[in-house]
């Protein structure tokens, strides 16, 4: 038990540094040098490892480790177009059927998450950001959906980090208020545009910001930047 407990933390903690930043795309990390790290035996550590490969975060090659994943414009914009389509669907269908409690939750998340945001505080960010999207997602009444968008957000938890350095907090923020809103006027188009669009403006910010990255990561190897 105590091991199982152990490779979640391991878990946790790879995968704050990976969100972070800490540890780029294409650094490789081997059971050896984790176990040492985190002063744990080898089988905590490859079961963290196996975690962060089912989300898509590590890329695992027998005898030769794992490798962060490396993260594509076409990564991006093909999760944000399914993003876009399942939570504006959802957002539509829960406007005429989301509780005023679960509302007021949201409204108290929303508080959660401009602290954090502010804070930099990645994983606190990032939970919230999700509890916020499935907390109105699960009043569509399409439990297989709930499944999906839940199933799809792990490995492209990184796409949200980049999001709030490249936006404004308003912006971030802003979205959700304007979900709320729609929320509490029981009007479904307006949820879902505003949904859509979000992940849209999302799509557009993270690949402008990932290129930009990547121009700076390229001059720099070449002794010009």
Do not use: W
Not at 105 to 119: R, T
Not at 150 to 163: D, E, G, I, M, T
Not at 199 to 209: C, E, L, Q, Y
């Amino acid at each position: 038990m105590e091991k199982k407990v152990l490779s979640f933390e391991i878990a946790d903690s790879l995968r704050e540094k990976i969100i972070s930043g800490e540890l780029e795309a294409g650094t490789r990390i081997t059971e050896g040098s984790l176990a040492r790290a985190y002063g744990a035996s080898r089988t905590p550590v490859r079961e963290a490892l196996k975690m962060l490969e089912v989300e898509g975060i590590v890329e695992i090659s027998p005898y030769k480790g794992a490798v962060i994943s490396s993260v594509s414009e076409s990564d991006i914009k093909n999760y944000y177009e399914l993003q876009g389509l399942l939570v504006s669907y959802a957002a539509g269908k829960a406007a005429k059927k989301i509780p005023e409690s679960a509302i007021a939750e949201m409204e108290s998340a929303l508080k959660k998450l401009k602290a954090q945001i502010e804070s930099r505080y990645y994983n606190g960010m990032l939970q919230t950001h999700n509890d916020l999207l499935e907390s109105f997602v699960k009043y569509c009444g399409n439990e297989r959906l709930l499944a999906l968008v839940k199933s799809v957000n792990p490995p492209y938890q990184r796409f949200r980090v980049l999001l709030n350095e490249a936006h404004s907090l308003e912006d971030v923020l802003s979205f959700y208020e304007e979900i709320i809103e729609a929320f509490r006027s029981k009007d479904s188009r307006r949820a879902a545009f505003h949904a859509a669009k979000y992940s849209g403006d999302s799509s557009v910010v993270i690949r402008r910001t990932v290129r930009k990255l990547s121009s700076k990561g390229h001059k720099g190897k070449n002794g010009s930047g």
